[in-house]
C-alpha cells in the first residue's frame, strides 16, 4: 500500500506541476476554462434541482392525498355515528388511523425531501452567482493578462535594442547621403561651367570677328581707300 500511495502522490504532483506550468504559460486558457468548467457544475446543478423539485411534488401529492384519506375517513366515521352505527364507525375510525400513520409518513418525507431540495436550490444559486462573477471578471482578466505581455514583449525589445548602435548607423547614413548630395552638386556645377566656357569661347570669336573688320577699315581710310571714296 505504501508503493502504491506514494505514486499516487507522484501522479498528483506531476499533475499539479503540469497545471502550474499551464496557469503561468496561458492564463486567458486558464481563465477560459475555469468559466466553462462553472457552467458544466451549473447545469449539472439546475439539473440536479430539476429532479429533486420533481421528487418534492410528488411527495407534496401523496401527502396531500393521504391527508385527503384521512378526513374522507373521519368524515365517514361522523356519519356512521350520527345514524348510532357504532361497529361501522369504529371501522372508518380504524381505517383513519391507518391513514393517519400514511400521513405521517408521506410528511416525513415530504420535509425530508423540500429541505434537501432546498439545500440544492442554495447550492445552484451560489454557483450561479460564482459563474456571474467568473464571466464579469472573465474580460477584464484576459485584458489584463494581454496588456502585461505587451508590456513584457516591449521591455524585451527595449532590453535587446542598442539605442547608441542604431543611432551611429543613422549617423553614417546621413553622411554617406550628404557625399552622395555633395557629388550631385559638384556635377551640376561642372555641366554648368561646361557650358559657360563654351558661351564665352562663342562670345570672343563674336568680339574678335568685330576687332578684325574695325581693324580693316582703319587701315583703309589710311591708305585713302575709304569705303565712301570708292563709291
Known sequence: MGIFNRLGDLVKANANDAIDRMEEKNPEKMVKQIVIDLQKEVNKATQNLGKAKANERLAKVKYDNALKISQDWENKAKTALSQGNQELAKEAISRKVKADEDVASYKSMYDSISAQTNEIEEQ????????????????????????ADTKKNIAKSQGNFDGSSALEKFNRMEEKIIQKEAEADAFSEIASGADTDLNDAFVQLESDSKVEAEMARLMAEMNGNSPENNK
Open 124 to 147: 445552484v444559486n451560489t454557483l450561479k452567482a460564482k459563474l456571474d462573477e467568473a464571466k464579469s471578471r472573465q474580460s477584464m482578466l484576459i485584458a489584463r493578462s494581454q496588456m
